[in-house]
């Protein structure tokens, strides 16, 4: 079992910056792909970046540029530096853990969530 516990969101203006974390615990050898994923008032959790353990990284693309995923293991925690936020980038986010290979920004590749993160983007 892996426990995921996200920190660091809140509100900022247009074009400001916030770090996310997520610090893990359990059972992390078995982790494959760390990610984020953001979700809106719909059912539906977007995959924003994702970080394989060979450190590969994948973005959503209208992230790609400004958000960077980043794992420090030492500390077991994952990271997302957001940078040049916009008010559509606004949503509660999550880190996620996946144990077993599948699409890396797919939420079903994912079995362990953290319980997520306000991020508020004003004009």
């Known amino acids: 079992q892996v426990q995921l516990v996200e920190s660091g969101g809140g509100s900022v203006q247009s074009g400001g910056s916030l770090t996310l974390s997520c610090a893990a615990s359990?059972?992390?050898?078995?982790?494959?792909?760390w990610a984020w994923f953001r979700q809106g008032p719909g059912p539906d959790r977007q995959g924003v970046a994702a970080f394989d353990t060979d450190g590969t990284t994948i973005y959503l693309y209208s992230v790609e540029g400004r958000f960077t995923i980043s794992k420090d293991n030492a500390k077991n925690t994952l990271y997302l530096q957001m940078d040049s936020l916009k008010p559509e980038d606004s949503d509660t986010y999550y880190c996620?853990?996946?144990?077993?290979?599948?699409?890396?920004?797919?939420?079903?590749?994912?079995?362990?969530w953290g319980q997520g993160t306000q991020v508020t983007v004003s004009l």
């Open positions: 359990g059972y992390t050898d078995s982790i494959k792909y």
């Open positions: 996620a853990a996946a144990s077993r290979e599948g699409p890396r920004l797919w939420s079903s590749t994912y079995s362990a």
